[in-house]
């Protein structure tokens, strides 16, 4: 009886300390990596407003409840509008926060904004661990934990939108072998059957595995094509050009607002191609075509990816391609 109480004790310490350390929930969407972005402030859930809503921000939100990597930042209430307050507007994360609510904003409950500008946020319920982003062993989120996938069920169709949910363009590669480590987590008990157009795992149909018994050696690992998110066009080496960054499987343009030595040199390092040498602006380098995904870029400079620098919310902007942004980079 004393056991039994000390245990319940215990739980209840867990559930509180667990419980305490929720601040941010996805709602509305399809799993819970997905969905209107819901801060707890005082004990009350609230939303987000999507002035300044941007990929750094979805990052630190993905990271924070163990889902992948950042897949879309969206606003406009994608998924449906919220109610009670508006905690944050002009979210400003530098991305290598904890917790949303570590992010710089206007101050808690500061807005003029409308619940039809609420947030939202898709992170991917897949990853490639042991490797780079877009190389690696793959892990499936089943609800709450990642779980390593038996490659005697997994094929070419299945590679074509893991490689795509990660903006990792085609894969390369399916290895069977231990390239990347064995990890620790579980084998899935399910299998996946895309048809290879899904734009995430998600949409794919999943079944129990009742053919393969899996064990660790039988992990699937996978090389993608194109880890780089960001390319340099119309210049006169890959290092130097009008910025293009890859989004959803689409190439779009960044506008010249703001844009200085430091966004270039995010490029430049992420491109492998050196120190920045200029920063361009009125399409010095031919107008491109496309979405503008990015206007006002903010990078810090310390940024892996230019798409993780801040700006005035992914895809807003006010501009035209007549203003895209360039990068002359002094590597070949
Ligand atoms: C909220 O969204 C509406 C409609 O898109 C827009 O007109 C308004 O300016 C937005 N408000 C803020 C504060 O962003
Ligand atoms: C994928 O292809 C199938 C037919 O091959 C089609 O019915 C389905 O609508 C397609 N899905 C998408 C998301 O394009
Ligand atoms: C899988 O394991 C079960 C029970 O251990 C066994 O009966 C079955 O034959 C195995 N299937 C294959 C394909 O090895």
Not at 229 to 246: F, Q
Not at 267 to 286: I, K, N, S, T, W
């Amino acid at each position: 009886m004393e056991r039994c109480l000390t245990l319940v004790l215990l739980y209840s310490i867990i559930i509180f300390i667990t419980a305490d350390r929720v601040y941010v929930r996805l709602v509305g969407g399809h799993s819970r990596c997905a969905g209107r972005v819901e801060v707890l402030h005082r004990g009350q859930w609230g939303t987000v407003c999507d002035d300044f809503w941007d990929m750094a921000d979805a990052a630190v939100v993905c990271r924070e409840l163990d889902c992948g990597e950042p897949v879309d930042a969206l606003g406009d209430a994608h998924f449906g509008p919220g109610s009670g307050p508006i905690w944050m507007s002009y979210v400003a994360c530098t991305g290598s926060e904890s917790t949303l609510k570590n992010c710089g904003s206007s101050g808690w409950g500061k807005s003029n904004c409308d619940h039809i500008n609420d947030t939202g946020v898709i992170c991917s319920e897949v990853r490639l661990v042991g490797g780079s982003r877009c190389s690696g062993r793959l892990e499936i989120l089943d609800d709450q934990s990642w779980v390593s996938v038996c490659d005697a069920a997994f094929d070419q169709q299945d590679a074509e939108v893991v490689c795509r949910e990660l903006d990792c363009g085609a894969p390369v590669q399916v290895l069977g072998e231990d390239a990347f480590g064995k990890g620790d987590a579980q084998m899935w008990t399910q299998e996946i059957q895309c048809r290879g157009n899904e734009s995430q795992i998600h949409f794919c149909s999943k079944s129990i595995s009742y053919e393969n018994n899996c064990s660790h050696e039988h992990n699937v690992e996978l090389v993608c094509a194109d880890p780089m998110n960001v390319r340099l066009v119309g210049g006169h080496s890959r290092c130097a050009g009008r910025v293009e960054v890859l989004h959803r499987g689409q190439w779009g343009t960044v506008c010249d607002d703001f844009w200085d030595l430091a966004d270039a040199a995010v490029v430049c390092r992420e491109l492998d191609c050196g120190e920045p040498v200029d920063a361009l602006g009125d399409a010095h380098f031919g107008p491109g075509s496309g979405p503008i995904w990015m206007d006002v870029v903010s990078c810090t400079g310390s940024e892996s990816t230019l798409k993780n620098c801040g700006s005035a919310g992914w895809n807003v902007h006010t501009c035209t391609h007549n203003y895209d942004a360039g990068v002359i980079c002094s590597g070949e």
